[in-house]
């Protein structure tokens, strides 16, 4: 066996274990590794620190790779699925998120830290009536709200500032 640190295209890191090299090429190439937290299948080694034996642990080390040997892995089967971290109740909650987020980055516009300001011009006139996210502070969320302006916070996309 061996152990792999992963990273997939939104730098995630993680680890998984194979049979060996071979083992890894074949199931990264079918599709079968992905990323636990995005789901993402566009994943590669990352810059990995190597497994050094030291002399007081000689013996162990040779004992761990025999027991690991390819041999004494039983193959996974050709139809495999991939090892999920997440069940299917919090996959699809996430897929809805992502959506979501899609969603608001699309039919909105992106005003930042200026939200609870234009927010407030928009309520009062001040400015065109359309769409807007940002960031507001809880201070910025408690006025918008006894100003009486039509709000809601958009949840963090999990792992998101993590």
């Not at 599709?31 to 497994?51: F, H």
């Not at 309520?123 to 507001?136: K, V």
């Not at 910025?140 to 998101?160: I, K, N, S, T, Y």
Request: glycine content about 6%; proline content about 7%.
């Amino acid at each position: 066996m061996i152990r792999y640190a992963l990273v997939c295209d939104s730098a995630h890191e993680f680890e998984s274990w194979f049979a060996g090299s071979a083992s890894f090429e074949d199931q990264l190439r079918r599709g079968l590794v992905t990323c636990p937290l995005c789901d993402s299948k566009r994943v590669d080694r990352a810059i990995m620190a190597p497994n050094v034996a030291r002399t007081d642990r000689g013996a162990r080390a040779i004992e761990v790779e025999q027991e690991a040997s390819p041999a004494a892995v039983p193959a996974a089967p050709a139809s495999a699925a991939p090892a999920a971290l997440m069940g299917e109740p919090e996959i699809a909650l996430r897929q809805m998120l992502t959506a979501l987020h899609k969603h608001v980055a699309e039919t909105a516009e992106h005003v930042g830290p200026r939200f609870a300001d234009e927010a407030l011009k928009i309520h009062h006139g001040e400015s065109d009536s359309r769409p807007i996210y940002g960031e507001a502070t809880s201070e910025d969320a408690r006025m918008l709200h006894e100003e009486g302006v039509a709000f809601m916070p958009l949840p963090r996309l999990p792992g998101a500032g993590n």
